[in-house]
């Protein structure tokens, strides 16, 4: 069982900022795009940001180009989201995924191991 350990979510107001942690053994974490989705109440998940494991590429969901940035320390294990001027509606339950199928980034069905996911509330 590979395990993917997200923390620092939170609540915090509009504008502020939030950095969230994915954590992983290196067997699962190396060679591997790591991504990052949320989950909202009644809504499905949907893709927020991903980290390639080979020559630094990042893509972004339209709506947090910008105000959010992933980035992975290869030496820890571990991949960063960091948020910044947050809103209301990134209020989701956050999760970190390894992708290891074929297919698009912004999907879900090719990631098989998620975490238990970080709770984020963005207060108006």
């Known amino acids: 069982q590979v395990q993917l350990v997200e923390s620092g979510g939170g609540l915090v107001q509009a504008g502020g900022s939030l950095r969230l942690s994915c954590a992983a053994p290196r067997r699962t974490f190396s060679n591997y795009a790591i991504a990052w989705f949320r989950q909202a109440p009644g809504k499905e998940r949907e893709f927020v940001a991903v980290t390639v494991s080979s020559g630094g590429s990042t893509y972004y969901a339209d709506y947090v180009k910008g105000r959010c940035t992933i980035s992975r320390d290869n030496g820890k294990n571990t991949v960063y989201l960091q948020m910044n001027s947050l809103k209301p509606e990134d209020t989701a339950v956050y999760y970190c995924?390894?992708?290891?199928?074929?297919?698009?980034?912004?999907?879900?069905?090719?990631?098989?191991?998620w975490g238990q996911g970080t709770q984020v509330t963005v207060s108006s």
């Open positions: 995924a390894r992708k290891s199928g074929s297919g698009t980034f912004y999907d879900t069905r090719p990631y098989d191991y």
